[in-house]
Each structure stands twice: as C-alpha cells, then as structure tokens.
C-alpha cells in the first residue's frame, strides 16, 4: 500500500506572503466542489493491496465535557446544517487555503488529528491532489490552515503546510470509495506545535468494514449546499445524525454516508464520533451524488471508507 509525499515548495515565511486578504477573499468565492459519485461499473473487488486489514486507532487529547463538540448538541439526527455553537472544542477544524496547480485561490476543510508531532491536520484527497494520475503536476500547492476560523476571525493564527500526504490509490486512480483522504503536517510556529497552541486534536478510528456509527456529526466550512442558499464559507458548519453504509448491497463498497446538505467548501472536513471526552475521526467529506447535468440530488453527503488506506496515511504522516 503506497502512500505518496509531496514537499511544499515554499517555506513558511513566503506561504504566508502570498495569502493575502484580497486572495482570501477570491478562495472563499471559489469552494473545493466535492466530486460527483462515481458509477459502480459491477466492481467486485477491493483496491487495497496486502495488507488488506490494516487497521489504526487513537484517543483524543484535550477534550473534557466542557469541549462542547457540536456533535454533542444533537440528540436527533439534522440533515440540514447549522452554524457550529461557540465552544473551545471547536477549534479543532478550521478552513484550507490553497492554490490549485493553475494557481487558482481554493478552500476545503480540515481537523486536528491525534500525531507523533502534535502539527498534523487530516482532510479529503482532493483537497491536496486532482487524483487523475498527474503525478507532481497534480498536487495543491501553498496550503495555509486556520483552526477555528469564523467570519474572518483567526483565533488561534495561520499555519502553513509543509509535507502533503495522500495515498497512491487517490493520486493516480482518484480512488473516492477507500482512498479520498489526505494528511498535511505543518510547519511549526514560534508559539508551539498546533495542538499545543489549539489545545484538543481529534483521535481517530480507522478499520475495515464498518460504516455504522451512531451519533456522528460531520462539520466543515460550506460555501454551498443543497438546496441552500445562505452558506458562504465563513462560517464553520455541522450536521448530526448516523452514519451508514452508502451502498449496502455491495459487500465490496464500503463508503460512509450521512444526510447533510454542505457542499463545496465542505470537503474534507471531518465525520465525529465518539464520547464528549474522547471524539474521534471516522470519515472525511469527500462526495455527493448528481444527475448528468451535474446537478445534486439529494442531501446525501459520503465518506471513503477509512480503512486502510487511512490507516497507512496516518502510519506515514507519524513517522515524518
């Protein structure tokens, strides 16, 4: 299972020199669209090369009761997403800046996730890479994250990228059903590392074969949304329900689906579950499904499956 690095090619001092106030603006006008769904076309087989059952876990650091994750805020499931309530807890997503290798100002969502060097951020393939087999050419470039970002508001700073992480399967086949994920580490700051200076990151929950997790929430930074209007990526968003199997008749589709109406902008952003102490990352916005016209069709918002190809992300991104 290969799992391909791309280095930034600018450091951090010149990364935050070119995200301009004025190139904010213009990446907020222009969302990451999620991919459209792609057809079954009958595949009976997994994409995964040996070891196939490769598997990754870890326990959040930081949360208490008092975090206030949204994914707390809803007993009953709420397809249509509401802006996430004030709350330390929160923090731990934040908006993606980044230019596309035509060098187009973009953003995606991303989350603090539980790492050996305490700066790694975990997002949707194609919010690093195009996923059509370009190589080099196809990568995102000159990420800038900012945890907890509303309205304009930066909390706790920017952080620029400095190693992208994505796996083979996403970058040369755009695999969206076990391989749209993507891990960034960060430079570090003067002030500490970001989940020092944030103060949570979400733990993580990466198996085969399991769609089903009661209680989830999935958050992020819309631009868009289904049949919505009123979503301009300034504000970080969730929605709370349960998670299920998108495609259960097929045994060898195990993508994670939850009814939701964010949109581009969104991608990326992280599926939650797990107790108010110990929250954990199970999926990741990735895509929706439209019509030939590529109009969406309904709120359904999916995961790839985070087995292991996820599991061999974040292996990868530790041992950086």
Request: hydrophobic content about 35%; charged content about 20%; aromatic content about 8%.
């Amino acid at each position: 299972m290969v799992v391909d690095v791309h280095q930034s090619e600018l450091t951090d001092e010149q990364i935050r020199a070119i995200w301009t106030p004025e190139r904010m603006k213009e990446a907020l006008r222009n969302p990451e669209k999620a991919p459209a769904a792609r057809p079954d076309r009958g595949r009976t087989t997994k994409s995964v090369s040996p070891p196939h059952d490769l598997t990754a876990s870890a326990p959040a650091r930081g949360f208490a009761a008092s975090a206030n994750l949204s994914q707390r805020k809803a007993a009953a499931g709420m397809s249509v997403s509401q802006e996430a309530p004030a709350g330390p807890g929160n923090a731990i997503v934040g908006k993606l800046y980044f230019f596309t290798p035509e060098g187009e100002p973009n953003h995606c969502s991303a989350a603090s996730i539980v790492s050996a060097n305490k700066n790694t951020i975990w997002t949707a393939g194609h919010c690093v890479h195009r996923g059509d087999g370009s190589g080099d050419a196809g990568w995102n470039k000159h990420f800038l994250y900012v945890p907890g970002y509303s309205r304009g508001a930066e909390p706790h700073g920017e952080w620029t990228a400095a190693r992208l992480f994505a796996p083979s399967a996403w970058t040369q086949d755009g695999d969206a059903r076990e391989a749209d994920v993507a891990a960034i580490v960060l430079n570090p700051r003067l002030d500490g590392n970001l989940e020092d200076v944030v103060g949570f990151a979400l733990g993580y929950l990466f198996t085969e074969n399991r769609t089903d997790y009661a209680g989830a929430a999935v958050m992020g930074y819309p631009g868009e949304g289904y049949q919505r209007t009123d979503l301009d990526g300034e504000r970080l968003m969730y929605c709370a329900g349960d998670t299920t199997d998108a495609f259960p008749v097929n045994p060898f589709d195990d993508r994670i689906k939850i009814d939701c109406d964010m949109g581009g902008g969104a991608s990326g952003g992280p599926f939650v579950w797990g107790p108010q102490n110990d929250p954990r990352i199970v999926g990741a916005s990735s895509h929706v499904a439209v019509d030939d016209a590529h109009q969406r069709l309904t709120d359904d918002l999916f995961s790839s499956e985070h087995g292991s190809h996820a599991a061999a992300l974040i292996n990868t991104a530790n041992g950086a």
